[in-house]
Nanobody, 124 residues
Framework: QLQLVQSGGGLVQPGGSVTLSCGAF????????IGWFRQVPGKEREGVSC????????QYLGSVKGRFTASRSSASNTVYLQLNNLSPEDTAVYYC?????????????????WGQGTQVTVSA
């Protein structure tokens, strides 16, 4: 069964860090572009980053650039999103996603598979 399984997240203090993981089962992540998204209740899901398999580059949403880092491990078939210097505005459900179509800047435009989402809450 093809699926993406996320872990990580939780409650983090402002200025803190957290790492999100997204493991793949039934598909090889090295063959896909990887997107990370987030969603706040009542708002549309927004792209956070998009990593291209073609050249290994990643683009980020402006508000997270320099604070978030996306990476992947072929050995463990897992992708990660490291979130640093978090602020309450980063509170959201975060989703990993994979697709074979190109990234549009920091957003994966066509998603083939979604992770189940994981909550990140930034609060003192």
């Amino acid at each position: 069964q093809l699926q993406l399984v996320q872990s990580g997240g939780g409650l983090v203090q402002p200025g803190g860090s957290v790492t999100l993981s997204c493991g793949a089962f039934g598909l090889t992540l090295a063959s896909y572009n990887i997107g990370w998204f987030r969603q706040v209740p009542g708002k549309e899901r927004e792209g956070v980053s998009c990593s291209r398999v073609s050249d290994g580059t990643t683009q980020y949403l402006g508000s997270v650039k320099g604070r978030f880092t996306a990476s992947r491990s072929s050995a463990s078939n897992t992708v990660y999103l490291q979130l640093n210097n978090l602020s309450p505005e980063d509170t959201a459900v975060y989703y990993c996603a994979v697709g074979t179509y190109q990234c549009s800047a920091y957003e994966l435009r066509i998603v083939h598979y979604w992770g189940q989402g994981t909550q990140v809450t930034v609060s003192a």
